[in-house]
């Protein structure tokens, strides 16, 4: 979708229950399109980002494109809970293959949202989607204050950006834009598999100072301490972006990713961890990323895709 195009709210239908009246809206009734001439009441703004070429840079199974549409699709019969509202600011694509182009307009995007006062979401796409989603919050605050980025995810995704970026290397990217612009690079990636990540990355991640929980360590019995770690590393930023990458997850949760996890983080622990971090008041942006539709099963993946859209947004 063109900045300047309007928003296709087709997708935004569902069922109705008239007899139970306010009580019983759902998403479908309640979303709004984005008025690009601004004068909107603050609210929560989703963002496709309707691209897989990270994905197939980084030699994995494409698909991911199709995420922003089969959320909204389950999204839409979801039931309403939210005390804000929300708009829908349409797609950003990438159809010619122009990786940069496409990040420069999702970047423009999100701070034109930041800007207007709403809280953007994005939805991918591959997980490349993290460094334009960073860009528009960069762009937006212009160095007043300290982001911190959480990162829920298998890898670290900090391969070294050679000829092209790829949704294996947005972290780099940003940790590179951070030193050029003399800003410091505070990530943390929590729900790292080691089996899925090299020596090299782990090198990288410590010479960064990222903060990392494997997997193993990220269990209901361990929640007291991510919590704590979580609130330590929340003291040393002034704002949050929160990125989810879905491989994340348990594959029986969510079977439908490029890379489905062999062990994977529970619901019952990422869950408790979003309501922490929004609960902080410094979470200005978030993303979902790697979902791909095409490898779904009985819209399992779709369904906890938009749980997640539902609990970022409380």
Not at 3 to 24: H, I, T
Not at 189 to 196: F, P
Not at 239 to 253: K, Q, R, S, W
Request: charged letters at 20%; a negative charge.
């Amino acid at each position: 979708m063109d900045k300047f195009n309007p928003v296709d709210m087709s997708v935004w239908q569902g069922r109705q229950d008239p007899e139970d009246g306010e009580l019983a809206l759902r998403w479908h009734d309640k979303v709004q399109p984005w008025p690009q001439a601004g004068h909107a009441a603050p609210g929560v703004a989703l963002v496709g980002f309707a691209c897989d070429e990270g994905v197939r840079r980084n030699k994995g199974r494409v698909g991911a494109a199709g995420a922003p549409l089969a959320v909204r699709k389950l999204l839409a019969n979801t039931a309403w809970h939210l005390g804000r509202p929300v708009y829908d600011s349409g797609d950003v694509h990438c159809e010619d293959g122009d990786l940069d182009a496409a990040h420069g307009r999702l970047a423009e995007r999100v701070a034109s949202l930041l800007d207007e006062g709403h809280f953007p979401l994005v939805v991918g796409g591959g997980h490349e989607v993290a460094f334009g989603s960073w860009s528009g919050l960069n762009l937006h605050l212009a160095g007043r204050g300290r982001v911190g980025i959480i990162n829920f995810d298998a890898h670290f995704d900090l391969r070294m950006k050679l000829e092209q970026a790829s949704s294996g290397t947005p972290f780099f990217q940003i940790a590179e834009q951070c030193a050029a612009q003399g800003t410091p690079f505070t990530y943390a990636c929590l729900g790292v598999a080691e089996t899925a990540n090299t020596r090299a990355l782990f090198a990288r991640a410590e010479a960064l100072g990222v903060w990392h929980v494997l997997d193993e360590a990220m269990t209901p019995a361990e929640l007291p301490a991510l919590l704590s770690g979580l609130d330590a590393f929340i003291a040393r930023c002034d704002h949050l972006y929160l990125t989810i990458d879905l491989d994340v997850l348990p594959a029986a949760v969510m079977p439908g990713v490029s890379a489905p996890a062999a062990r994977g983080v529970e619901l019952a622990v990422i869950e408790p961890l979003i309501a922490h971090i929004r609960a902080s008041g410094k979470l200005r942006l978030a993303d979902l990323a790697e979902y791909n539709p095409s490898l779904d099963q009985d819209n399992r993946s779709a369904r906890v895709a938009a749980r997640l859209v539902h609990q970022l947004t409380k």
